[in-house]
């Protein structure tokens, strides 16, 4: 799945996500503008719950609409499919 991510003001970004987590849910690798970012965040949990924010980094972004692309590259062993489900981000301006 692949979002557009619109940045009025050209400055320096924390991303942090925010995602289900289920028994069916697999592990996800998210990029930002076509480059992989933080490691590859298993969602599988033996029920269903939210994950609380996971921060992915922080980045120097210019004013424009850049990729946030998230593609699952397995599943836990535990995990019967390989589904995930984004609730929110944030893009947090830092100084």
Partial sequence: ?????PVKTAGRYR???????????G??????????????????????M????IQVGTFDLTQQTHLLMFMV???NEKSNNYSFGLDCFSLIPLP
């Fill in 15 to 25: 991303l942090d996500l925010y995602i289900t987590s289920t028994p069916d849910f």
């Fill in 50 to 53: 939210p994950t609380g924010a």
């Fill in 1 to 5: 799945m692949t979002l557009g991510l």
């Fill in 73 to 75: 590259v397995g599943t």
């Fill in 27 to 48: 592990i996800i690798q998210v990029s930002l503008d076509g480059t992989p970012v933080g490691e590859p965040i298993d969602l599988y949990t033996p029920m269903v």
